[in-house]
């Protein structure tokens, strides 16, 4: 592309932003016309709605019967502080962190509950080897890195005959990667991402293991009213068949069951991971045969096939932070790829949501623009020199 020529071919949709996330394909306000709006989520209606989007939440992702699942204020956030308050401090802790969300749950561990744990990092691009973790301790972990591009490839190292429990943050995996249940007793999401729900609401999903925890042991710390999910000693189960904690908005609820039933019918998670790989094979196909663009992560096995984060490698670029929001401005000014920058702590670079809502033709459409926008930096960038 030495002429700089602009590509013939653009992106159908050029939302690759990583959360929220694109809409499903076909989406349109229409599809939420059976929401009851101005209706109390109290209502039969309302609990209705809420129950049906926590059953197809099981049938979708797979999840145990006797898991509970809830939805919960506050996105993924929410669902993780729940955990990191309601479940810590009753064995020793180990925290893993290889991005900036990660590195988020460390500083709410150790400075806010004020844990003595065990603290374990890894550089971006890169995960811990779970070889090396306790799991005799309670373990807290992201399944994939939304600002780093890596993730948990299995559950392999887990052992089923761990004494501690795992506390998994799956917000940008759950619905496009497989996760092991079986190895995992708490699991929090936002349905903003992979199926490009609005936000505001997160998802707990607990173990038998994490519901024992709970109602055998009692924080030293006072739990704020939003997360609570004991009473008495025992688990407040209306939490997990609709009972929210406080008002969701139904008209979001409302967006994830139609989500959700899009899944259902393209033929559920293996339909859905599916998607998820060939967007992201379609990403690595394409840099695989530049010199001037690299995955960010290290090791292609721990590669993310959600949120594909990229560094530029040219000799030739002066200031690499600069350089990478230039490209990103220009994809966004060509109308071709919005909110593809890196993630503000993150290495500099574009990162591009591959997740299950995205097309794979709108991918593909979208490199030979990034080459385009390279080239015409580089070449913008030694006119200025």
């Not at 400075?111 to 603290?119: F, H, N, P």
């Amino acid at each position: 592309m030495s002429d700089l020529t602009t590509p013939a071919a653009r992106p159908a949709n050029p939302r690759f932003s990583s959360g929220p996330c694109t809409k499903i394909p076909g989406f349109s306000l229409d599809m939420l016309s059976d929401a009851p709006l101005g209706r109390s989520h109290r209502a039969a209606v309302g609990k209705a709605k809420l129950k049906e989007a926590i059953d197809l939440t099981r049938e979708v992702l797979g999840v145990p019967a006797d898991y509970r699942i809830g939805i919960v204020p506050a996105s993924d956030t929410g669902a993780v502080e729940m955990a990191l308050w309601s479940l810590l401090g009753a064995r020793p802790v180990e925290m893993l962190a290889w991005e900036s969300f990660g590195e988020g749950w460390v500083t709410d561990v150790v400075k806010q509950l004020k844990l003595d744990a065990t603290v374990k990092k890894a550089p971006y691009g890169e995960i811990v080897d779970f070889a090396t973790v306790d799991f005799d301790r309670d373990v807290v972990f992201t399944w994939n890195g939304t600002t780093s591009g890596v993730r948990v490839p299995n559950g392999d190292a887990i052992p089923a005959t761990r004494a501690g429990l795992t506390i998994c943050d799956a917000t940008s995996a759950a619905f496009a990667m497989d996760l092991p249940f079986d190895k995992l007793d708490v699991v929090t999401f936002s349905w903003q991402k992979v199926l490009g729900g609005e936000g505001a609401h997160g998802v707990l999903i607990l173990s038998p293991r994490a519901v024992e925890r709970l109602e055998s042991y009692a924080p030293a710390w006072p739990l704020p009213k939003i997360f609570r999910m004991t009473k008495g000693g025992k688990l407040i189960e209306g939490i997990f068949t609709g009972e929210t904690i406080n008002t969701p908005s139904m008209l979001c609820v409302e967006d994830y069951l139609v989500a959700l039933k899009w899944a259902q019918g393209l033929g559920g998670l293996r339909a859905l991971v599916a998607r998820a790989d060939a967007n992201a094979k379609a990403v690595r196909d394409f840099i695989a045969q530049k010199d001037w663009i690299a995955d960010l992560a290290v090791d292609p096995a721990t590669a993310s096939t959600t949120s594909v984060c990229l560094k530029f490698t040219d000799a030739r670029i002066a200031d690499g932070a600069a350089f990478a929001k230039a490209v990103a401005k220009r994809l966004e000014k060509q109308g071709v790829a919005l909110d593809a920058g890196a993630y503000r702590d993150a290495p500099a670079g574009l990162r591009l949501w591959c997740g299950s809502t995205v097309e794979t033709a709108d991918v593909t459409a979208l490199m030979p623009w990034i080459e385009w926008a390279f080239e015409t930096e580089i070449a913008a960038q030694t006119v200025a020199a």
